[in-house]
């Protein structure tokens, strides 16, 4: 029995009928495009942050989202720690606090969407959970949001931006919300105490003979 033969024009038309960004190939974020560089307002000159990831956080993360390609990023952990140390390095007070980030689920999302509802540009989010904890291990600030990066693209190369943007937004979220009152009152350390000096007691006057 002879082969089937598609003719060409019937394989284009197939291709052409594929979403932007639906399908088996996978978008790839590499390590060498990963530098976030978040723009931090809040003024840490009074404290020293340093940052602990989650073990259950991957350094290899795979994310698909319904209707558009899987995504890789190479080194998730190495971007979660390049923005840190990127956006706290004037951290570099005397009074010591961890920055704990128990959860960092990325994804893209639709970015735009074409009549025939076929995305044809991606945005990325990051859901994530991070708490403030003193020296003493005490929990001063929770909070537990979704981040979205501050650009869409259509092109795949773009991967690592968008990535880099996402991580920035979830920093400068968190530093908002936890840091932005240079420290945050819960951050602040207690002030010491004022002893106000007693004026001793005037003698009473005396008159003279």
């Known amino acids: 029995m002879p082969s089937l033969r598609l003719p060409a024009v019937c394989l284009m038309i197939g291709l052409a009928a594929q979403p932007a960004w639906a399908g ?3 978008l790839r974020a590499k390590e060498k495009d990963l530098f976030p560089r978040p723009n931090i307002g809040a003024d840490l000159s009074r404290i020293s942050l340093s940052l ?3 073990d259950s956080i991957p350094q290899e993360l795979q994310s698909r989202t319904k209707g558009i390609k899987k995504l890789h990023v190479e080194a998730w952990r190495s971007a979660l720690e390049r923005g840190f140390d990127d956006g706290f390095s004037e951290a570099s007070g005397n009074t010591p606090f961890t920055m704990n980030i128990l959860r960092a689920d990325l994804a893209l999302v639709p970015g735009a969407v074409s009549g025939a509802a076929a995305v044809v540009a991606v945005s990325a989010q990051v859901t ?7 020296a003493s291990g005490n929990t001063v600030c929770t909070e537990a949001a979704t981040a979205t990066a501050k650009m869409t693209t259509s ?4 991967m690592g ?3 880099s943007s996402t991580v920035e937004s ?3 979220l968190i530093a ?3 840091l932005s009152n240079n420290p945050a009152p819960a951050l602040a350390p207690a002030p010491a105490p004022v002893h106000e000096a ?3 007691a005037e003698a009473p006057a005396v008159e003279g003979d």
């Open 52 to 54: 602990h990831l989650a």
């Open 24 to 26: 088996y190939f996978m």
């Open 128 to 134: 994530f959970k991070a708490q403030v904890k003193d």
């Open 170 to 172: 979830m920093y400068e």
């Open 176 to 178: 908002d919300r936890c």
């Open 198 to 200: 007693t004026a001793p």
């Open 161 to 163: 931006d968008l990535v």
């Open 155 to 158: 092109q795949g190369r773009a």
